[in-house]
């Protein structure tokens, strides 16, 4: 097993299909809240990873998607994952949370799902509200595992602290090792108004698929190392060697906010 860097997906880029993608619902709880509807919003998808919400987004009708992805393997994955979407709906261009490449005032909605995280927040979020239009919004979500509904994924979050107890998660199924958002979010003074958001929602998956999500965590992989993550993926196979399918239990959470208006 190779060693991983710490917020580098190009060795990760293939496995991402096996990803669960993200709840409608909450989507359209966000669409509410921010008073928008499809088609003609303007998003930008920042950290559009290989395009699990960007390809949301436009089968909920969105016609409008800058999808801005930094790493060329997660990019690529991305243009080939939404590629029989209809028309010129999504624009996929080379860009990161501090420096989108996108032009000034472009946007009503800026999301992040399951990105905002690796992103330094005084850089990004002056960014965002850069190419948001006065009146646009901010969303940054993610769908992590419900490890508290689930005795079998309590269990393995227990296992791996136990393997690796000096790992820290930017985003994790467990609240304790998470940050507050809420705080983040307004911290430059640039958004306001923050608006938190659940779903829930239970996924289905053999058993091969659900080794290959694991295979594509980041953070613990880059943080325990090769030989310590082969151990926890070989603790992972164990628990769930004698279920013919796993039932994953996802919460997606999600925090709103709205810019500032600038001044003249």
Not at 49 to 60: N, P, R, S
Not at 92 to 114: F, I, Q, R, Y
Request: proline fraction near 3%; charge should be neutral.
């Amino acid at each position: 097993m190779k060693s991983i860097k710490l917020g580098d997906f190009s060795e990760l880029a293939k496995g991402y299909i096996n990803r669960p993608s993200y709840d409608i619902k909450l989507i359209e709880k966000i669409m509410a809240h921010i008073n928008r509807s499809m088609p003609n919003i303007f998003v930008a998808d920042v950290g559009a990873g290989t395009g699990k919400l960007t390809k949301v987004l436009a089968e909920m009708g969105c016609e409008n998607i800058y999808a801005v992805e930094p790493n060329d393997e997660m990019r690529n994955e991305g243009k080939e994952y939404t590629k029989n979407l209809r028309g010129e709906v999504i624009k996929w261009l080379k860009g990161s949370g501090e420096t989108t490449n996108l032009p000034g005032h472009c946007v009503d909605l800026v999301v992040m799902a399951s990105s905002f995280h690796w992103t330094d927040p005084s850089r990004s979020l002056p960014e965002f509200s850069r190419i948001l239009k006065n009146d646009g919004h901010l969303s940054i979500m993610w769908n992590t595992r419900d490890v508290g509904s689930s005795e079998l994924h309590s269990e393995i979050e227990d296992l791996i602290y136990e393997i690796a107890p000096n790992i820290k998660r930017g985003s994790s199924g467990n609240s304790r090792y998470t940050k507050n958002w809420e705080e983040v979010l307004i911290s430059t003074g640039h958004f306001k108004d923050v608006k938190a958001i659940e779903t829930s929602y239970v996924e289905r998956m053999s058993k091969e698929r659900y080794i290959n999500v694991w295979r594509t965590v980041n953070d613990i992989q880059a943080q325990a190392g090769p030989e310590k993550f082969a151990k926890i993926l070989s603790k992972i196979e164990e628990k769930i060697s004698s279920l013919e399918a796993i039932d994953v239990p996802y919460k997606m959470r999600s925090w709103t906010v709205k810019k500032i208006k600038e001044t003249a």
